[in-house]
Structures are given as C-alpha cells and as structure tokens.
C-alpha cells in the first residue's frame, strides 16, 4: 500500500500517543478509586466495630435488667438503616433479625462463610461492603452482619469514567489535528522535493528545488539541486557533442562527395569516351589531385581524433626552433605566392610535443600564406614575460568577417569555398590547430578585419 | 546542339561536366560562382544551366530566382528531401545528385532539353539524317526503314555518342528492362544497324564495354 511518509509517522505517533494517554488516565482513576475505596472499607470497618462494642455493652445490660433482646436489635436495626447500614443478627444460622431487605444477602453471606475480614458482595446491582461479628460468650455467641450500600461509589466510577473519557477523547482530537498539521508542515519540504523530482524526471532539467530553512531537508534539497545542476551540463555537453559530431559527419559525406564524384567521373569518362592523350593525362590528374583530397581529409580526421583521445608527451623545446622549421617548411610556397615571409621569433623554452606544435605553426603560416592577395607580408613574432609566451603570426591579406571568425574551427567550415579548394584546403586545419592549443592548454586567438588581414595569436603557459 | 551554362565551384567536377556535355554535342560555357553565372545569364542565352546549389558568393537558391525562364537543374551534394524540394519549388527542371554518372547526367540533359527547348528534333551526320519525331531515317536522303528497336537504339547512341555503352546499359535503356546474362540480342540490332546504314566505321566495339557511336 502506498503510505506517504507523514502519514505513516503521523498514524504511528497518533496510536502511540492516545494509548499512552488513555492507559495512563485509567490507571491513574482506577488507583485513585481503588485508593477510596480501601479508605472507606477501613472507615467501614471501624465502624461496624464500634457498633458492636457498643450493642455488646448493651445487650450486657439488657440481659441483667432482663430486658428483651429483640427490642434492642430492633432499636440498632432501625437506627442504623437510616444511615444506609443493614444489620443482622444470627445465632447458629438462625436469623434473630435482619433489617436487610433481601433475605438472599444473608443466605449468600452464608454460603461464602464470611468472618470478620471485609468482602463487597454485589447482589441485585447493588454492591455492599460486608462485615461480620461473633461475638463473645457474654453476649450469647450471636453474630452480627454488617452491610453498607456503596453503589454511590459505582456512579461516582462511572461519572469519573465519563469524564476521563471525554477529556482523553478531546485532547485526542486536539492532538489528532494538530500533529497532522505540524507533521504536514514538516514534511512539506520533502513533497516539495518529491513534486519536483517528477518533474525533472520527466526531462526539464530546468527546475529547481526551493530551499527553506536549515535543516536536514534543506541540504537535501541543495545537494538535489546541485545533482540536477550537474546532470543538466552533462546533459548539454553531451547534446553539443552530439550535435558536433552529427554536423561532422555531414560535412564530412559532403566533402567526400565531391572528390568521390570527380573521381568516379573521370575514371568513367576515360573508360567511355575516346580520349586523346592530353585528356586522358589531364583527367588521371584530376583523380590523383581528387584521391589525394580525400587521403589529406582523412589524415586530418585521424589526427584530429588521436589527439583528442591521447595524452600528449611533453618535452622541453625551443620556440625559435619550431618557428624556424615551420617557416623553412613554407618558404618554397611563399616564394610561389610572392609574400614576404617575416620571421622575428625571439628564443624561450616551451613544453609540448614537437610534432604537433610543428603541426600547429606550420598550419597557422599556411593558413597566413593562403590568405594573402598581392603584396603579401606575413610576419611571426614571439612575446616572453616570465612563464608567459605568446606566439603571433599576422597577415595582410584578405582578412574575414566577424560572423566567419565564429566557425573558423568547426572542422571543414571554408569561409569562401572556391579559393580555399583551389588552395587545396581540406577545412580542417584549424580544427586541428584549435585541437593541439586545447591539448597543450594554450589559448587560440583570431582578430582580423577584411581587406586588412588576419592576426592568430597562440598563448602557451609553460610550467 | 544545345548551348549550356555550368555553375560549378570545384573545378574538377566543373570540367567534368564540361568535357562530358561537350563530347554529347552541347556548347557550354563554364563559370565557378553565382555572381558570374547570373551576370552570363543576362548576357547571353542559354538552352540550360546546370547549377551547383552550394556556390560561393550567392547561392543556387539565389541565383535561380534572378534568371528567367532557362530551364535549371540543380547538381549538388545535399540529398536531403528539403533540398530538393526547395529547388523544384523555385522552378528547377530537374536534380542530380552528387556522385552522379555521366549517362545519368546525359540522359537528364538530353531529357530537360527535349521537354523545354525547341532544340530540333532531327540529327545529321555524314549522309545521314534522323527525325526523332516522325522516327524515319535517310541515308542520302532515301529513307531506311529500321524496326522500332533498331531505331530506338540508333537515337540511344546519337544521344550518347562519342560514350561507350555497356551491352547492358544498352538493354536497360533500349529494351527497357534489367538484363545480366544473355546479350546476343544487342550484338545482333547493332550488327543490323551497321549494315542497314552503313555505319561500320562509326559504331565502334570498345573492349570490355560495349559499343560507341563515334562522331
């Protein structure tokens, strides 16, 4: 069955609760009866003792005055009948006199051979205190009942029942409509947290749980929210991932397309047509300089991919050299270009993979190269202060627009298609480049205007 | 003899259309962006462009709503269903779709020009002439009579001469169904068609393909 919490403690602590009480209530009342009742026995007893020490007395004097025995029984009888006491006198179970009203009480007596001690007997609803009295030979070995009517005490019981109950039923509710209310206003806080949980399970990640008060519920809720915090960026890089990878692998059956076509096109076109000499030299050009696309695109993809999925080892290397190698490397293609290659690097120490930090320069001096119109210049400098270095390769070239910065290192993003192929860019050099300067904690950055030229600056931390 | 425009970035596939349309008979004019191809589409008329949808500078998209009434059809990469209704949408006549074959892009160039060109509707050749409409054949202008197979595969080759064509590539196109094993037939009408007309030098047997009209 299912049982919300406070309800359970709520039910639970309520039983608890009205057992203890009531037991506790009726056992004070009935101690406190029982406690009375013990008094008044005593008080009975007394009394019927001094009844009969006193007919003894008399019943002495009447014998030697010769005076009639019954009359004095008689006289005792009725006297004490108004104060609610029965008398009875018997000589060997012969009644003398009963001022009892109920021949039946004596004849129950009897049977239970009552002596002196105290018994209550109750015979009709009516309940009695009994006591019974032998007395000695001077006053011929009668016996004498006594009985006193203590139904009074049954009503009183019965009035104090009354009242104990109505007071346990009143604090009950009292205590019923309270408690539900405290103990719902307690757990408020966690159906708080219970609703939301729903609602989160539900997919919005969105929500948050409120937080009231210092208790235990309210760190709950804070570790609760941190969770969902925690879960939601996950959920959001996992999405951008996702998204990255899908956007990936359109570009990427996009970029295969288009050599795959040349490719195949030219293969049929040779196998169909007749074809001269210089046509078919020209189109198996065509499919090695397509074949070679696709073997530089997939060469790309793989290093971009071991990088993000190795750790680099690092060792100490020189800045300078690096830079001399890179620019060494793309000397003959500047010369084909006519731009002026610069080379200002000054010396300092830099930890990182040689391979992929040669990668990333030569990527970075390419990419200036190719951007260059007429009169190119590209220039590298090298900033040092303490353990900051910072690496810049400036352009004059054709520049780009703030929108086409945004993409530049999304892999095969090309801000103008035709001059980038002509280029023989596979557009994902720097998502390459964006991939080393991640994995040797450095930071990329590009400020260019069109027209004006392109600025990359490289910030490396070493330590 | 159509004269075609073809609006293509990359200039491998660029020149492949080229010299594929040229080898078929058509006149083409290459251009590698949208600015150019709307500025030649003022200049001068064209029976057709074949145009890239993913152009630098303005877009297939754009450029198709600034040139009037030649017919489009749309070559590209994107296969995607919204694509290609976007581009017949906007009045494309037909799309091919990256990697293409050549035949195909033939057969939809020929197929767009005969449904929206008054491109005529004959074909001469040495002392042959053929009307495609009345379907008759003269060879020093007495007729030939041919059977329909012989000349639908006599306009099969004329649409894709100077292309060798498979045997059965041949079937599929002539006889219209998907044919593997038994080729004798084709062997057989082309036979008949060099004799009939004489054409012994120009239907040319290419090893391990098939057959080429060459012109």
Known sequence: ?463 | MAKVLIAEDDPAINNLIFINLKLVGHECIQVFDGDLAIEAAVIEHFDLIVLDIMLPKQSGFEVIKQINNTPVIFVTAKGNLNDKLKGLSLGADDYIVKPFEILELVARVEAVLRRTSNVSDSFSFDDISVDFKSKQVFKSFIEVILTPKEFALLETLIINRNLALSREKLIFLVWDYNYEGETRTVDVHIQKLRNKLGLENRIKTVYKMGYRLEL
């Open chain 1, 1 to 463: 069955m299912k049982m919300r919490f406070w309800l359970k403690t709520y039910i639970l602590t309520l039983l608890l609760f009205l057992i203890c009480l009531n037991v506790g209530i009726f056992a004070l009342a009935y101690y406190t009866y029982s406690k009375s009742v013990d008094s008044y026995e005593s008080t009975c007893s007394s009394e019927q003792f001094y009844i009969a020490k006193s007919f003894e007395r008399d019943y002495a004097e009447v014998k030697i005055n010769n005076g009639n025995a019954s009359l004095l029984m008689i006289s005792y009888g009725e006297y004490y009948a108004k104060q609610n006491i029965n008398l009875a006198f018997l000589r060997d179970n012969e009644v003398l006199y009963s001022s009892f009203l109920d021949d039946q009480i004596i004849s129950t007596v009897e049977q239970k051979n009552i002596s002196k001690s105290i018994k209550q007997i109750r015979v009709n609803g009516s309940r009695y205190i009994y006591l019974s009295y032998t007395f000695g030979e001077n006053a011929d070995s009668f016996t004498m009942l006594y009985a006193k009517n203590i139904s009074g005490f049954d009503s009183e019981w019965r009035s104090l029942i009354i009242i104990f109950t109505v007071t346990s039923f009143t604090i009950s509710i009292v205590l019923a409509v309270s408690l539900y209310f405290v103990l719902k206003k307690l757990s408020a806080p966690l159906e708080q947290l219970r609703k939301t949980t729903d609602i989160i399970a539900a997919g919005d990640y969105n929500t948050k749980v409120e937080v009231v008060g210092q208790d235990e519920f309210s760190e709950l809720a804070k570790s609760f929210n941190k969770m969902v915090e925690q879960i939601n960026r996950q959920i959001t890089t996992l999405e951008l991932n996702a998204m990255q990878k899908q956007q990936l692998v359109d570009n990427l059956a996009h970029e295969l397309r288009t050599p795959l076509t040349s490719i195949h096109g030219y293969a049929e076109y040779l196998q169909k047509a007749a074809v001269s000499e210089e046509e078919r030299i020209d189109s198996a050009e065509y499919i090695i300089n397509e074949a070679k696309r696709l073997q530089n695109i997939s060469e790309k993809l793989l290093n971009t991919d071991f990088i993000r999925n190795n750790e680099i080892t690092t060792e100490e290397l020189s800045v300078r050299t690096l830079l001399n190698d890179a620019v060494k490397g793309l000397h003959f293609k500047a010369e084909q270009k006519l731009v002026k290659l610069i080379n200002n690097a000054e010396d300092a120490t830099i930890l990182g993979d040689s391979v992929l930090l040669q990668a990333l320069f030569s990527n970075l001096i390419d990419n200036a190269i190719k951007a260059c119109v007429d009169n190119g210049i590209v220039e590298i400098n090298t900033i040092i202060e303490d353990e900051k270095i910072a690496i810049i390769v400036a352009d004059n070239g054709k520049g780009m627009t703030e929108e086409e910065l945004k993409h530049i290192t999304e892999p095969f993003y090309r801000n103008d298609n035709s001059r980038s192929r002509v280029e023989g860019g596979a557009g994902l050099g720097l998502a390459l480049c964006k991939q080393i300067t991640d994995s040797h904690n450095a930071i990329m950055k590009f400020s260019s205007e069109p027209r004006k030229g392109t600025v990359v600056t490289v910030y490396f931390t070493t330590s």
